[in-house]
Nanobody, 124 residues
Framework: QVQLVESGGGSVQAGGSLRLSCAAS????????MGWFRQGPGKEREWVAT????????YYEDSVKGRFTISQDNAKNTVYLQMNSLKPEDTAMYYC?????????????????WGQGTQVTVSS
């Protein structure tokens, strides 16, 4: 059974930084893609970034390009989301998700396994 556990959320002021972690278990090494999504109050879940576990190609939603970086540590089976220059509009619950043969990286339905989320709050 694949399990994903997020950590690293918290409260920061605008302009600050946080690094989220997503620890995966239940497989030796994933051949899939790992994505980060977020859901703010009263909003739909939106895609943030994705990394291909094989090859390491990275993809970002436009509003986070240049501010967020997705990376992985295969030895730890962990994916990270480094978030810099945070803005109040980045406030949301952040989820990591694992998907196989992802065709539309921004579509939640492409990802089979999800973590429970970690809260990020950015104050102005």
């Amino acid at each position: 059974q694949v399990q994903l556990v997020e950590s690293g959320g918290g409260s920061v002021q605008a302009g600050g930084s946080l690094r989220l972690s997503c620890a995966a278990s239940g497989y030796t090494r994933s051949m899939n893609s790992m994505g980060w999504f977020r859901q703010g109050p009263g909003k739909e879940r939106e895609w943030v970034a994705t990394i291909d576990r094989v090859g390491g190609s990275q993809y970002y939603e436009d509003s986070v390009k240049g501010r967020f970086t997705i990376s992985q540590d295969n030895a730890k089976n962990t994916v990270y989301l480094q978030m810099n220059s945070l803005k109040p509009e980045d406030t949301a619950m952040y989820y990591c998700a694992d998907g196989a043969m992802v065709a539309d990286r921004a579509a939640p339905y492409e990802y089979k396994y999800w973590g429970q989320g970690t809260q990020v709050t950015v104050s102005s």
